[in-house]
């Protein structure tokens, strides 16, 4: 099943308190302060709804989007039309298969998006690709959740999102065993005569230590430059609920 078969339709609404305006900053400070030439071309991998990429691309970055489902993406080309913004280039591609039209100065992949690459080997395919579409020397920024969050936060506990047209009741189930934590989703959104129509579906995310992370990022070409627990550049530690990665692409 596609991962985000329902939730397109109310991932936006469901995390409109979610600063995307911050993480863009992050990320544009974190690629000048890390490039070697300077960054036009950007690649977001795993894009969604391209909350991000737009947020980007008011940076001054050339943007192409990736993401395997084609219902986020149809948000982000209606964004795009209701707003005359016809440079952006949206592709729906597996992020371990992905092909683009030439080389990137940066990938950023974010919103633990690697977390849903269930295998090990899946996430060295990836890693794999980014570097063989990086220019020498380009940034790769991503972030993971963590250990403390798959156990501490997520677990087996519950969670409801909702907003004013729309509830999500999420249930979690994490095995410790296989590090995989399942999430049952039930997304109710209102229709225009005041009825609920109720979608479901089951989504995946894979629990990796950093040390994982870090052994396929060099195998895979990479030079670590930092791991943060924050945005705002924390030295990052098992307590923290998402890592941030950058690393720089060797050839």
């Known amino acids: 099943m596609e991962q985000y078969a329902s939730l397109y339709s109310v ?3 469901l995390n409109e308190s979610y600063d995307y305006d911050a993480l863009a900053s992050f990320l544009s400070e974190a690629i000048k302060e890390n490039e070697k030439i300077n960054t036009a071309l950007v690649l977001d991998l795993a894009c969604g709804t391209g909350k991000l990429t737009f947020k980007l691309r008011e940076r001054g970055y050339d943007m192409t989007g990736v993401d395997l489902s084609s219902g986020m993406l149809s948000v982000a080309h209606e964004y795009a039309v209701r707003n005359g913004i016809n440079d952006v280039l949206f592709l729906c591609q597996d992020m371990t298969e992905f092909e683009l039209y030439g080389t990137v100065d940066a990938c950023v992949c974010t919103l633990d998006s690697i ?15 980014v570097h063989n579409y990086l220019i020498p020397d380009g940034v790769f ?5 963590t250990p403390y969050r798959f156990k501490e936060i997520y677990g087996n506990n519950d969670f409801i999102l909702e907003n004013e047209n729309s509830l999500c009741a999420w249930q979690n189930e994490y095995n410790e065993k296989t ?12 229709n225009e005569d005041g009825r609920y129509n109720r979608y479901d579906e089951i989504q995946k995310e894979k629990c990796y230590e950093r040390k994982q992370i870090e052994k396929a990022l060099n195998e895979s070409g990479f030079e670590i430059i930092a791991v943060y627990g924050d945005i705002n550049k924390k030295p990052a530690e098992n307590t923290d609920e998402k890592w941030y990665f950058i690393a720089r692409c060797i050839k």
């Open 179 to 190: 590090k995989i934590c399942k999430f049952y989703l039930s997304i109710f959104k209102e």
């Open 11 to 13: 991932y936006d609404e």
């Open 115 to 129: 977390n849903y690459l269930t295998k090990l080997s899946d996430i060295k395919k990836c890693f794999s690709l």
């Open 141 to 145: 920024i991503f972030d993971v959740n």
